[in-house]
């Protein structure tokens, strides 16, 4: 197979999702890459066929149907493109969280600094994290021993310590470990695979006590000093072990593996890396979401206070919109999902339904009320995964000069990474934004559960195509850009929303937006209304607060401005101040709003 | 374009049940290939290393972690008592003596000189798996575990709480329309699955728990019944090991819906026989269901002895029966009469693939989205 850009034309990728896998064919067109044709398949890695591979060649057969295109030959094997460009492909690549993904354990000294870094480089790696454990957090040995050893994490990273620091504790985490002794989740006989990412001085300590368990690989600190974090060495060495050690375990990964010249990524991982490659490229600051049927996946990338981009990545592991979805009334309850509802549902009733959809993941929405009152849902499982986020991207305060109390105290400054005034675009991806049945839903969505504010460019993932880009990103970058900015991000609209102080005399207007300097609205208090713009137009958005204790995202009192392509929706302005009040909610509010942005027609 | 998919949930009157049955670790089978079990059987059993406690000997002692095994009085593999001295030091010309003792029954598994702490473990824990159903052990996969083959009805349910257990069918004097309440639970119900009625009160369970029963199967439960029952809310449809002292199965879902009557004659026709059930449910890929297994009793290995599974290899089709499941026709039954090939757009806007039925109810026509129907 081929892998220079140059002689790529035809590239077939795949997402081995955890129930379905999904192939896309991207082809080289006259003017740009495209994605031309999907097929899906259920996926299969448990009995009665564990063999990932045949539900991959399923999907490959549904696109060879579409399209026309010989992709498989009789043997089974790849049809590689020759001088007729109606056969074959030049490149297969994948992703994969088939299986429950990649799931690690970490564990660290203090929770707030050493656990919190290793827990960010595991999911910065696509991972799930099932349990983190410090020295300080608040247990028992024989509790911490007791947890850890009824799970079976793929991969354990183990932390500790600033490099020239005390090597004790770290060393007394790694003995914790040894006296779990956990499995790892695959291959009764493979020695759990453990990346050592702690302070230096400790490695040679660590790798003797764990010699009898496990196969230990020692990488860079994560935090070798208090205001300093190294995730780098410790994500790849996560990616490593993932393809040497849980993806060659997994059924029929083997035979999937040998098809590639490419590693194989964790489905987030790859999320993750075309979500960082666009902000890098945009210059912007980026917030996507995947909200899937069991979990929600939270990607940002946000400047920190040197200017540097951050990128961050979390997944809430019990949010999602159908296996989840009775969680997210667990969390949230049922009253903070009744009140973006634009019509009464009794509590009762509210409940057995969302039960009912728990049990019954598969089905779908047949009336309008029963889709609103999911999209409420994902309001909710979009506001708690972004809380749950915003406490893990946090940047380090770096200190000039530390003083002697500084060196003693044995702690770090955070600050949150994530702006919600200074967020440039929103990305959503699943099928409850990338399916809804109006954009403006998907938009509207996305305004309430992240509680937008100030101007913010909202766009979906049009059928969850970022996985298969993110590994193609790998190999040709460009081709991987022209798909993603035109087949995947589709630009649903513009949200602008003022913030003000809770007592500020506002008066009856807070702002008015002119495009291309043409005045096109006025935006009042507690009102939600949607400004026309031409679809598709890129123009130039002005943003004039009317009062000096208004931010509509240049700061309080400042007019923002910003070219912005305007999607399919054009503006849609939110007068309802952040954070929402109780007030700003009853059914003729939530009525109201629906009404406005013609949701209920 | 792939077949219509219509989940189902397995109703057989009369089949060849196949349970595997596996130890959580490695371990040893108690029983052979060809032998005949009872459900009480243990045919596996395994060793789990006892817990480990950590003794924090040079920080009690005061001797650096290199020092500490100069002060052992045991050695390292060592059996000891809880509350044996381990370790001691003797200060002052041997006048003061500081020692560290055993928080457990266990031996000496370590001894750091890193840190200085002494691992005490506790002595291993026995785990035994027991046959289930009575029936043939089929297979033996010798340090797993064992496939038991029993000649049973079979019947799923959608939801369940609470584990395995083993009792004596017996139905309720409720047609499948009613409501359970407290009232309708006999006096005696020791060792019993009830079955019968819907959306039973929080009073029918626990005294029906209190009475004795193992078991309850009923149509439907409301949300807040289940939260009263179980203690808390259920957030992720991973259910099984629920701190209940009686498993509860709903076969049709949440809310007030009547039992499927083809349910109920399957469970009825084993009324005063010993049924196997268990409440585990998951609902994700490889989804398990919770389960009563009727009435079983040994069977050849390998003979098939009646119907296997017909009713869920069976596509929807003009003129099959199928359940609603999903509003504005929630657990109405409905007969096929067209199965349009296309997409068609649906009220809430969406484009799905439909179907047109006539409700049993009032007889209407009706177009409800293929992924919103059960076949019955």
Redesign the interface.
């Known amino acids: 197979m081929k892998t220079e850009p140059r002689d790529l034309r035809t590239v077939l990728v795949t997402d081995c999702g ?2 379905t896998t999904k192939a896309l064919l991207f082809e080289k067109g006259v003017d740009r890459w495209r994605q031309t044709f999907r097929g899906e ?1 259920p ?1 299969t890695v ?1 009995e009665p066929v564990a063999d990932v591979t045949v539900g991959a060649r399923n999907a490959f057969a549904e696109v060879q149907e579409l399209s026309g295109r010989v992709i498989l030959r009789d043997d089974g094997s790849f049809e590689i493109t020759s001088s007729d460009s109606s056969r074959g492909i030049d490149l297969y690549l994948s992703t994969s969280s088939a299986g429950g993904g990649l799931q690690m354990l970490v564990a660290g000294v203090v929770r707030s600094i050493t656990t919190e870094s290793a827990e960010r480089a595991a999911l910065g790696a696509g991972a799930i994290v099932m349990e983190a454990v410090s020295a300080d957090d608040g247990r028992e ?2 509790e911490r ?2 947890r850890i ?1 009824h799970i079976k994490p793929d991969i354990v990273l183990l932390t500790g310590g600033v490099d020239g620091g005390s ?2 504790h770290v ?2 985490v790694a ?2 470990l ?4 956990p ?1 790892p989740r695959f291959g ?1 006989t493979l020695r759990l695979p453990v990346i050592y990412a702690g302070n230096s001085d400790a490695a040679e ?1 660590v790798r003797e ?1 764990l010699a009898t368990l496990a196969n230990v690989v020692v990488v860079e600190n994560v935090r070798p000093s208090l205001d300093r974090e190294n995730l780098g060495p410790a994500r790849e060495a996560i990616h490593e072990f993932f393809l040497s050690h849980v993806m060659s375990h997994s059924p029929g990964y083997g035979k999937l593996l040998s098809w590639t010249p490419v590693p194989v990524m964790p489905t987030p991982a790859a999320v993750g890396d075309i979500v960082q490659s666009y902000a890098e490229r945009s210059r912007q600051s980026v917030l996507c979401v995947d909200i899937g049927g ?1 979990t929600t996946d939270v990607f940002s990338v946000f400047p920190d206070q040197q200017g540097k981009a951050v990128f961050n990545r979390t997944v809430s592991a ?1 949010l999602g919109m159908s ?2 979805i ?2 997210v ?3 949230a309850g049922a009253e903070a999902i009744r009140r973006w509802l634009p019509f009464e549902l009794g509590e ?2 509210l ?3 969302l ?2 959809k ?14 609103f009152l999911e999209q409420a849902v994902c309001r909710e499982a979009l506001r708690l995964s972004l809380k749950h986020h915003r406490a893990l991207a946090v940047g380090i305060e770096v200190k000039r000069e530390r003083s002697i109390a500084d060196v003693f105290k044995q702690s770090s400054e955070r600050y949150e990474l994530v702006s919600m005034m200074h967020l440039d675009i929103v990305i959503g991806s699943g099928g409850v934004l990338s ?1 809804a ?2 954009r403006m839903q998907a938009a509207l969505m996305m305004i309430e559960g992240f509680a937008l504010q100030g101007i913010t460019l909202l766009a979906v993932d049009s059928i969850f195509m970022m996985p298969h880009i993110g590994v193609l990103n790998a190999v040709h970058p460009q081709a991987a850009q022209e798909i993603f900015e035109h087949d995947c991000l589709i630009k649903v609209g513009v949200s602008v929303v003022p913030v003000y102080a809770p007592h500020a005399k506002i008066g009856t207007r807070l702002a008015e937006v002119y495009v291309d300097d043409a005045l096109v609205g006025v935006i009042e208090p507690m009102k939600v209304a949607r400004i026309p713009v031409s679809a598709g137009h890129t123009g130039t958005l002005r943003v004039v607060p009317l009062h000096r204790s208004i931010d509509v995202g240049a700061g309080i009192g400042q007019i923002c401005e910003r070219v912005i392509d305007f999607g399919e929706c054009g503006i849609i302005v939110d007068g309802r101040n952040r954070p929402f009040s109780s007030d700003s909610f009853s059914v003729s509010r939530q009525h109201d709003v629906y009404e406005a942005l013609e949701l209920l027609c | 374009m792939s077949k219509p998919l219509a989940p189902t949930l397995r109703m057989l009157p009369s089949t060849t049940v196949r349970k595997r049955r596996e130890l959580p670790l490695r371990g040893r089978v108690l029983v052979s290939k060809g032998a005949v079990v009872a459900s009480d059987t243990i045919v596996a059993e395994a060793y789990r290393d006892g817990e480990l406690r950590i003794v924090r000997a040079a920080e009690d002692l005061g001797v650096v972690p290199a020092d500490v095994e100069k002060y052992l009085r045991f050695s390292i593999g060592d059996v000891v008592r809880r509350g044996d001295i381990i370790a001691e030091i003797h200060g002052l010309w041997g006048l003061l003596k500081t020692h560290v003792l055993s928080p457990i029954d266990g031996s000496i598994e370590f001894v750091s000189s890193a840190t200085g702490h002494i691992g005490v473990r506790g002595p291993k824990n026995r785990i035994t798996l027991t046959a289930y159903l009575g029936g043939v052990i089929a297979e033996v996969d010798p340090d797993r575990g064992v496939v038991v083959e029993a000649h049973a009805s079979f019947v799923q349910g959608i939801f369940g709480v609470g584990g395995e257990h083993v009792g004596t069918l017996a139905m309720l004097d409720v047609p499948i329309h009613r409501e359970v309440t407290a009232a309708d639970i006999p006096i005696n119900a020791k060792n019993a699955v009830l079955v019968g009625g819907h959306s039973p009160s929080i009073e029918a369970l626990r005294l029906a728990a209190s009475r004795g029963a193992v078991g309850f199967v009923t149509g439907s439960i409301d949300d807040a019944t289940l939260k009263e029952y179980v203690g808390y809310d259920i957030g992720v449809a991973i259910t099984g090991d629920e701190p209940v002292p009686m498993t509860l199965i709903v076969t049709e879902g949440f809310g007030v819906i009547p039992m499927n009557s083809r349910v109920e004659g399957i469970l009825r026709a084993v009324s005063g026989k010993i049924v196997s059930i268990n409440g585990a449910t998951q609902v994700r890929a490889g989804a398990v269901r919770p389960e009563i297994i009727g009435a079983p009793s040994t069977a050849v290995p390998g003979e098939d002895m009646g119907a296997r599974d017909e009713i869920s290899s069976e596509g929807l089709r003009i003129g099959g029966v199928v359940r609603i499941i999903r509003v504005p026709y929630f657990g109405q039954r409905a007969v096929i009469l067209d199965l349009p090939r296309g997409l068609e757009r649906i009220e809430t806007g969406a484009s799905a693939r439909v179907a047109r039925l006539r409700l049993d109810l009032d007889g209407s026509e009706v177009t409800v989205p293929r992924a919103n129907l059960e076949i019955v």
Do not use: C, F, G, K
Request: a negative charge; hydrophobic letters at 30%.
């Open positions: 955890s129930t398949a996926t448990e040995d024989y021993i007791e050893r090597t004790s060393v007394e003995e914790m040894v006296a779990a002794a499995r009764d300590s006590i069991a019990n296996y989840s009775a969680n009334l667990v969390e009762s009733e409940r057995d339904r039960r009912n728990m049990i019954r993941p598969t089905s779908i929405p047949q009336t309008r009320e029963d889709l399916h049945p109006s």
